[in-house]
């Protein structure tokens, strides 16, 4: 039987230095001006979700990682990072700050296999699995398609002027599992218990895209993806990518609404049982 033994290989640490004191104690003028200086690099089809640092729990942020930059930006072969965070000023209340490679001394150790890893890429799925834990699947780079997984984790913030770090590591499937085909598009979706829901994507093998509707699940103990596609009932969502997936706790179910196909762009929304593994 598989080893239950942790499955992290870790292949990077990244840290973002924020160039701030804490919220509170920053000036208008300096976050006026962090505001204006500090916006990322513009991309397309970012991963992105809501991680903290532990004890930080007051100034969550968002996390992007990778995204298409536009063809002249000169930027296809660099890393692609950034942090948005909403502090609170005292006189100007609520303010969003960027923290970038290009402000605050983003400095990247990494190995080579990682630099073109997740941060080059585009059209991955993301999810948060606890409140400092991002999880990355799948995407392309412009010349392959993957299907690995990457944790993205908010471990500390140290320093006078907060440092906050911002650890990568390769995930490893447990070797002969069901791992899902490589892809892009496709959702990844937390459902508790350490649990990843993906869902659908799209993949081209020298020819037009294909479209998918299957579905996996990832267990994060345990390092094994089950496909769950054969068991599922009920008329299943018409193959898609670039849609958008929920989870209801309440409901245990998953939503999945719009996204495109072969021939047409989707307005419907499918709900889909946990319990009883229904499409309804």
């Known amino acids: 039987s598989p080893s239950a033994e942790p499955l992290i290989e ?10 701030t004191s804490p919220a509170y104690m920053v000036s208008a003028t300096r976050i006026a001006s962090m505001a204006a200086a500090s916006r990322p690099l513009v991309v397309m089809w970012p991963a992105v979700s809501r991680l903290v640092v532990p004890g930080g729990e007051q100034y969550p942020m968002a996390v992007l990682v990778g995204g298409l930059p ?3 930006s000169g930027a296809r072969d660099q890393p692609r990072l950034a942090a ?4 609170e000023h005292r006189v100007n209340g609520r303010v969003g700050v960027w923290f970038t490679p ?17 941060l080059k890429r585009w059209l991955s799925a993301a999810a948060a699995v606890d409140p400092h834990t991002m999880v990355v699947f799948g995407g392309c ?3 392959s398609m993957y299907n690995d997984l990457t944790v993205v984790r908010a471990t500390s913030v140290r320093g006078a002027l907060p440092t906050l770090e911002l650890e990568i590591e390769a ?5 002969g599992g069901n791992r899902p085909a490589h892809r892009l598009g496709a959702s990844l979706t937390a459902i508790g218990d350490g649990q990843l829901v993906l869902f659908g994507g799209s993949v081209c093998e020298g020819g037009p895209y294909a479209f998918l509707n299957d579905v996996h699940v990832f267990d994060m103990s345990s390092g094994e993806w089950t496909d769950m596609t054969p068991q599922i009932r009920g008329p299943r969502p018409s193959a898609r990518a670039q ?3 929920h989870y209801f706790a309440h409901a245990n179910s998953l939503l999945v609404v719009g996204g495109t196909g072969v021939d047409a762009h989707h307005a419907d929304a499918h709900v889909l049982d946990l319990d009883s593994w229904t499409w309804r």
């Open 10 to 19: 870790p292949t990077a640490t990244l840290v973002l230095s924020q160039d």
């Open 70 to 72: 536009s063809r002249d």
């Open 84 to 87: 948005y965070q909403i502090v």
């Open 102 to 118: 290009s402000f605050g001394n983003l400095a990247i150790q990494c190995r080579r296999e990682c630099e073109r890893g997740v």
């Open 141 to 143: 780079d412009g010349s």
């Open 171 to 175: 995930l490893a499937a447990v070797p």
């Open 243 to 245: 849609h958008a997936a």
